[in-house]
Nanobody, 124 residues
Framework: QVQLVEFGGGSVQAGGSLTVSCTTS????????MAWFRQVPGEEREFVAA????????SVADSVQGRFTISRDVVTDRVYLRMDSLKPAETAIYYC?????????????????WGQGTQVTVSS
């Protein structure tokens, strides 16, 4: 069982930047793809970005392409999501997710492990 712990989040003005990060509760030799999703209460969980176990492959949602960057520190096994030019509509709870294997999927149903979520609020 893998537990994910998220860091960062908070409040920022529109156009600003924020970085959230996620790490696993324990080191493991199992290969994991990591991803970020976001969700507004009452709406479906939305894919943001995903990264392969060694950081060599990434997948980013069209809506955040060019503004959000996902990266991974393979030594500490920490995943970062840097968010630039944030918009008020991107206010949501951001979740870290993991799945075994090396496939940066954008389908939330493929991910077995989830963090508790961290709130990101973008004010206008």
């Amino acid at each position: 069982q893998v537990q994910l712990v998220e860091f960062g989040g908070g409040s920022v003005q529109a156009g600003g930047s924020l970085t959230v990060s996620c790490t696993t509760s324990r080191r493991t030799t199992t290969v994991y793809t990591m991803a970020w999703f976001r969700q507004v209460p009452g709406e479906e969980r939305e894919f943001v970005a995903a990264i392969s176990w060694n950081g060599g492959r990434t997948s980013v949602a069209d809506s955040v392409q060019g503004r959000f960057t996902i990266s991974r520190d393979v030594v500490t096994d920490r995943v970062y999501l840097r968010m630039d030019s944030l918009k008020p509509a991107e206010t949501a709870i951001y979740y870290c997710a993991a799945r075994t294997g090396d496939n940066p999927s954008d389908d939330y149903r493929m991910y077995s492990y989830w963090g508790q979520g961290t709130q990101v609020t973008v004010s206008s």
